[in-house]
């Protein structure tokens, strides 16, 4: 609850009137940038009685928690299926337990993996994970829907996809495309686009993506909904360079690494069923949300003295 989405969600939350606790194990959050009325708790998913305590009384909860670098998933997978999926079902235990039925899940865009057809439909378009990182998210949506049908679990999965905004993770191991874009631009440095920049992806602000969560939570008797949320626009990552460039008015030296491909060529998200069910619309432009988060995220700026 104290990562990139967990934040915003909580301050939200807070903001409109309610009660949050929160549970993270700060192997990626902290504590800076939450409101103080969120009552936040070091432990982790997989911890049951932990889990027990906490959600006495609870009435929904926003299962937020996973490990999310995909490189780290293909080296150690068992650890992604422990927290990812395992955490998931330990979590789903405990909400049994003490009568919990609502969820929403934040899910990923990466379950759909390399698919000829654009954009992409909960419905029609059939899943083909391609890191364990996306089999763990989709191995969590069908225990999700698995168990709602059998215990009576009330849960929305939205599958999220290419989220950014200020206070998002990155490193070397782990580099989402904006947030890096921007940070060696601004450096006047050497930016390294992989692949020939034409791969596409669907980019959406972080603070629509907390609107479309709230929205989840107010769906009554949801049964098995698995909805995407993106901004239902295909951007190139060459238009993402280009505009990261504009925003940091810089000239770096780019470098295309041909012999490292970034994942699937085209991903954009289908928002019917997001329009239709959730009345969700994402208010934020690419470009608008890129100056945002150059101008609220002082990490990515040059560096002096």
């Given at each position: 609850?104290a ?6 969600l909580a301050?939200?939350l ?10 993270d194990?700060?192997?990626?959050g902290?504590?800076?940038?939450l ?5 936040l708790?070091?432990g982790n998913i ?14 929904c ?6 490990k ?6 293909i ?5 992604y299926?422990?927290v990812?999926?395992?955490?998931t079902?330990t979590?789903?235990?405990a ?14 865009g990466?379950?759909?993996g390399?698919q000829?057809?654009?954009p ?10 391609a890191?364990?990182?996306a089999?763990?998210k ?5 225990y ?12 929305v999965?939205l ?15 782990h580099?989402?495309v ?5 940070k ?15 791969n596409?992806r669907?980019f959406?602000y ?5 609107t ?9 008797n949801?049964?098995?909904l698995?909805i995407?949320?993106?901004?239902g ?8 360079l ?6 940091t ?15 699937p060529?085209?991903?954009c ?10 009345n969700y ?11 945002l988060?150059y ?11």
């Amino acid at each position: 609850m104290a990562g990139f989405l967990g934040t915003p969600l909580a301050n939200q939350l807070v903001k409109e009137g309610n009660e949050v606790i929160g549970l993270d194990d700060f192997s990626a959050g902290n504590a800076e940038g939450l409101d103080p009325a969120v009552r936040l708790v070091r432990g982790n998913i997989t911890d049951r009685e932990l889990l027990w305590k906490l959600l006495q009384g609870v009435d929904c909860v926003y299962h937020l928690a996973a490990k999310v670098i995909v490189p780290d998933s293909i080296l150690y997978p068992s650890e992604y299926e422990k927290v990812n999926v395992g955490g998931t079902v330990t979590l789903l235990e405990a909400m049994r337990d003490v009568g919990i039925r609502h969820m929403i899940f934040s899910s990923s865009g990466t379950i759909y993996g390399f698919q000829k057809e654009q954009p992409l439909k909960e419905e029609t378009t059939k899943p083909k994970p391609a890191s364990p990182y996306a089999v763990s998210k989709l191995a969590s949506e069908y225990y999700i829907n698995t168990i709602g049908r059998l215990w009576g679990l009330e849960a929305v999965c939205l599958r999220i996809f290419n989220a950014y905004g200020p206070r998002q993770g990155f490193s070397f191991t782990h580099a989402p495309v904006i947030p890096t874009f921007l940070k060696q631009s601004a450096a006047r440095g050497t930016v390294i686009v992989h692949g020939d920049g034409h791969n596409t992806r669907d980019f959406v602000y972080v603070d629509d993506v907390v609107t479309a969560l709230i929205l989840a939570s107010k769906i009554r008797n949801p049964q098995e909904l698995v909805i995407n949320i993106g901004s239902g626009i295909e951007t190139s990552v060459q238009e993402v360079l280009d505009l990261a460039i504009k925003i940091t008015g810089s000239k770096p030296e780019i470098v295309y690494n041909q012999r490292r491909l970034g994942g699937p060529d085209r991903m954009c998200a289908d928002l019917t069923l997001a329009r239709k069910l959730l009345n969700y619309e994402p208010k934020v432009s690419l470009e608008e949300g890129m100056r945002l988060t150059y101008a609220l995220d002082r990490r990515l700026h040059k560096q002096t003295g």
